[in-house]
């Protein structure tokens, strides 16, 4: 069974984005989603993870047809079974990186990871509050709260926006080898080429005749 499945997904805002969609990611699967500016690569990774219906199609996670699902149901496999790494990252700015990782285990029940906190290169900001930090360890917090659930699916919007090429290059390993170890799946969204081509799977969401 297939972790994510989307069968011809069509969406539109004030014009129509995309039409006709359809993927199937596997245990240990990647993809990638690639497209200039406001082709709709966030608005497809949203729909694929729970937290926007279509206009029209079915996306299946774990073989359930989520948006026919009571709330409630759509919640608990949000929160339990699905990463998401925003585009713009959402950690609370009042709370310390420490506080914001702990968030993640209170919602779940998982212990924090000094194995992750170690590879992030994130141990510093531990006690400091997330508006003291730069915006490349905020985003290295975020992804780090988001592994913490220890999601079997995650969905990284442009995960290394923020940061350097070898940073980036380190975060993207991390994301790789994680859903390798968990045998999950990674969906993830980005304009540079040469980082869509590691991921088994591509989309170009910009080349409408191919979709
Ligand atoms: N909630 C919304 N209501 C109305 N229009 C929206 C909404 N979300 C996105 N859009 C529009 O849909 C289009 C696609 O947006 P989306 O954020 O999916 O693009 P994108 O490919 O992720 O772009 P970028 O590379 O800049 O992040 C844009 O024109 C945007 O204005
Ligand atoms: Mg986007």
Request: glycine letters at 6%; a positive charge; one cysteine or more.
């Amino acid at each position: 069974m297939p972790l994510i499945e989307a069968k011809n997904i069509s969406h539109s805002f004030d014009y129509p984005l995309f039409n006709d969609i359809n993927l199937s990611l596997d245990e240990s699967e990647t993809m990638s989603v690639t497209g200039i500016s406001g082709s709709g690569k966030s608005t497809l990774m949203h729909i694929c993870s729970t937290m926007l219906k279509p206009n029209s199609g079915e996306i299946r996670l774990f073989g359930e047809d989520i948006y026919s699902l009571s709330q409630k149901k759509l919640i608990k496999i949000r929160r339990d079974m699905v990463g998401i790494i925003f585009q713009a990252h959402y950690l609370f700015r009042g709370l310390s990186a420490y506080e914001n990782l702990e968030l993640s285990t209170i919602l779940t029940g998982n212990k924090i990871s000094e194995e992750l906190i170690e590879k992030f290169k994130i141990k510093k900001t531990m006690n400091q509050k997330i508006g003291e930090l730069s915006g490349g360890q905020q985003q290295r917090v975020s992804i780090a709260r988001v592994l913490t659930k220890k999601p079997k699916i995650i969905f990284a919007d442009e995960p290394t926006g923020n940061l350097d090429e070898k940073t980036a290059d380190e975060v993207i390993k991390i994301l790789f080898e994680y859903v390798k170890e968990v045998r999950g799946v990674l969906f993830l969204v980005t304009h540079e080429k040469e980082l869509a081509s590691r991921c088994k799977y591509s989309k170009d969401l910009s080349i409408k005749g191919l979709l």
